[in-house]
């Protein structure tokens, strides 16, 4: 089940870089899909995935940054948006979509050796005309 997690945490208690180690932290836990930080002087720490454990969370900013409380959990809705269908037009004509090009491995030719780098047997070159 997908949600959202806020956790308040003290940012600004003296420690350099707190902001980024508490994102590190968080996108470092199993089912984490984005982090983001929120509030007027971004003291909260929004986390969105699947089954989140927001306790483990909380314990391990307590431990590694300083203050954090566990503010809220809530699901997230995952609405599916209707697809675009294509209508063909008035003149019959349907629309066609045509499928993104994926980069790969480019793939160059290799000339084979050249005809003239044969030797034929019973091949006599002035018998032979050229148009």
Same mark, same amino acid.
């Given at each position: ?22 994102? /590190? =932290?968080? @996108? ?5 899909? *984005? !982090?983001? $930080? ?5 003291? /909260? =720490?929004? @986390? ?5 454990? *927001? !306790?483990? $969370? ?15 959990? *809530? ?11 294509t209508k063909p ?8 979509i045509w499928p ?28 032979c005309t050229i148009?």
């Open positions: 089940m997908k949600q959202k997690v806020v956790i308040r945490v003290t940012l600004n208690n003296g420690k350099k870089n707190a902001r980024a180690k508490a994102m /590190q =932290i968080a @996108v470092g836990l199993q089912g984490v899909e *984005s !982090v983001s $930080l929120q509030g007027e002087d971004s003291s /909260q =720490i929004v @986390v969105v995935g699947d089954d989140i454990d *927001s !306790v483990n $969370l909380t314990s391990l900013l307590r431990k590694k940054v300083g203050f954090a409380e566990l503010t809220s959990v *809530s699901p997230v809705s995952t609405e599916e948006k209707p697809k675009q269908e037009s008035e003149s019959g004509i349907q629309s066609m993104t090009y994926q980069a790969g491995v480019p793939c160059y030719y290799q000339p084979s050796v050249p005809y003239y780098a044969y030797d034929v047997t019973g091949y006599n070159q002035n018998s148009m």
